[in-house]
């Protein structure tokens, strides 16, 4: 079974508009982190929003949230107010095992990635 | 800026030969992460080092190689290339491992 589930291939919305990406996950570790990415046409990848599973409070970082429903294995992310340079790739990424800090494993298990336009 | 620098941008080579990507980590990150994003196979984690030693393998073929020197910076080696390598290589590091990764531009590898 897959990991990270990103269902939209592909989305548009209008400028200043708000749009939701929606990401599901699987694990059965109690300690892990929901993290999104954008990549843009340049190709590098920026780092997002981060949601750890014990979190309390939904993730917020500026224009973008993470909507984290942890019974429903799901950390979408809202992206308000879109702008067209928010146009891009965007990946879910889980990393599983954060119950300790330090030297441990951590590496990301991505999803497929939804290509986000944004028309003026 | 990501603060991870990753060369050279981009490589052209020939099937057969070998290649050395190069990462040098944010400064005071002790975690480098290697991943391989090609169009067949999305994103996929291929090794990690922590203050010079392997920490985690992924789907790392037998053909690849990494290492990470005291100075922190690692290098990826690919050998006997073959067209199926062509992808982008990215290099992520962390300070520690509950921390978010950050990622350099990306090493784009195109086998001819």
Redesign the interface.
């Known amino acids: 079974a897959q990991k990270i589930t990103q269902t939209q291939p592909g989305m548009f919305v209008q400028e200043k508009e708000a749009v939701t990406l929606d990401c599901t996950y699987d694990t059965s570790d109690p300690s892990y ?1 929901l ?1 999104w ?1 954008k990549q843009p046409s340049s ?5 997002l929003i ?1 949601q ?1 599973s014990y979190d309390q409070q939904n993730a917020t970082e500026g224009r973008y949230s993470l909507n984290f429903q942890k019974a429903r294995k799901s950390a979408n992310l809202v992206i308000s107010a879109s702008q067209l340079g928010d146009s891009a790739m965007y ?1 879910c ?1 889980m990393r599983e095992g ?1 119950r ?14 939804t290509k986000l336009s944004v028309i003026p | 800026d ?1 603060g991870v620098t990753q060369t050279p941008k981009h490589l052209i080579t020939a099937t057969g030969q070998r290649v050395t990507l190069r990462c040098s980590p944010r400064s005071g990150d ?2 480098v ?1 290697w ?1 391989q994003q090609s169009l067949d196979q ?4 291929l090794i ?1 080092y ?2 010079g030693e392997e ?2 393998k ?1 789907n790392i073929l037998e053909r690849f190689s990494a290492q990470q020197f005291p100075d922190l910076h690692s290098e990826l080696n690919l050998s006997s290339l073959e067209l199926g390598d062509s992808a ?1 290589y ?1 290099c ?1 590091s ?1 300070r ?3 921390q ?7 090493t ?1 590898l195109s086998i001819l």
């Open positions: 982190g993290f990415y190709g590098e990848m920026i780092f981060y750890g990946f990424a954060l300790y800090s330090g030297a441990g494993s951590y590496q990301l298990t991505f999803g497929k990635g | 990501s002790l975690s992460y991943y999305g994103l996929q984690f990690q922590y203050n920490r985690a992924g982008l990215f992520a962390s520690q491992g509950n978010p990764q950050h990622f350099g531009d990306g784009r």
